[in-house]
């Protein structure tokens, strides 16, 4: 089963809108991170935060993490069209080597 | 510093064939993992290799093997090829150390 699951699947707001994705995991973790995936693309990494940071910004991202909870956020403001796309949160299970396990994502659609 | 490069980016297939899709991680990265996307799955990690050794395997039939050579660069082999074969095969590179990867563009593969 995935490790990282996001919420909502699917999210449509207008440009200049905020949007927030979730993410549940269910075992501890050494650090997680947000990707976003044009369509059709290969991924882009956006941010990692690791277990021991409870939030982390970049540019108009901004990210938390409650690990007692389980879950992260990613906060996009101001949103543009150009921000449509699917975000994949990810969690890495140190087992000697990495093996970072993907949710099944949210994709957001930013409409003009 | 090129990225993570993925041959072929499109290739088509007849069931019972064999495949074999290779990827080139970024300089200096060691590690190199092999991710399966469905639109119904989503991301499904394949394995992950350092040092030409498998470090990690995910739950795929042995129909799916991997190898890395001596300079990181990696192929994977689907014999036997079925339809649900068909997918956006990821190849990503990650720094040993550093829990980001970062993604090639993909080889999609379509089984007929």
């Known amino acids: 089963s995935q490790q990282g699951e996001e919420d909502p699947q699917a999210l449509s707001i207008q440009e200049g809108e905020n949007a927030t994705m979730n993410c549940s995991y269910k075992?501890?973790?050494?650090?997680l991170q947000w990707y976003r995936q044009n369509s059709g693309r290969g991924l882009v990494h956006l941010i990692l935060?690791?277990?021991?940071?409870r939030e982390k910004h970049s540019g108009r991202l901004r990210v938390t993490l409650d690990t007692s909870k389980k879950s992260s956020s990613l906060l996009i403001t101001a949103s543009r069209a150009a921000d449509t796309a699917s975000y994949f949160c990810?969690?890495?299970?140190?087992?000697?080597?990495?093996?970072?396990?993907f949710g099944a994502g949210t994709r957001l659609f930013v409409k003009a | 510093k090129a990225g993570v490069t993925q041959t072929p980016r499109y290739l088509i297939k007849t069931r019972g064939q064999q495949v074999t899709l290779s990827c080139s991680p970024i300089?200096?990265?060691?590690?190199v993992s092999w991710y399966q996307q469905t639109p119904g799955q989503g991301l499904q990690f394949l394995f992950e290799?350092?040092?030409?050794?498998?470090?990690n395997k995910g739950n795929f039939p042995g129909r799916f093997s991997g190898r890395q050579f001596s300079n990181s660069r990696s192929e994977m082999n689907v014999s036997t090829l079925e339809l649900g074969d068909s997918a956006l095969y990821l190849c990503?590179?990650?720094?040993?150390?550093?829990?980001?990867?970062?993604f090639g563009e993909g080889s999609w593969l379509t089984v007929v």
């Open positions: 990810a969690t890495d299970s140190n087992t000697g080597g990495f093996k970072t396990i």
């Open positions: 075992t501890s973790i050494n650090n």
């Open positions: 935060i690791r277990s021991n940071e």
């Open positions: 300089s200096g990265h060691r590690s």
């Open positions: 290799y350092f040092s030409e050794t498998q470090r």
């Open positions: 990503a590179s990650n720094a040993a150390g550093d829990g980001t990867i970062y």
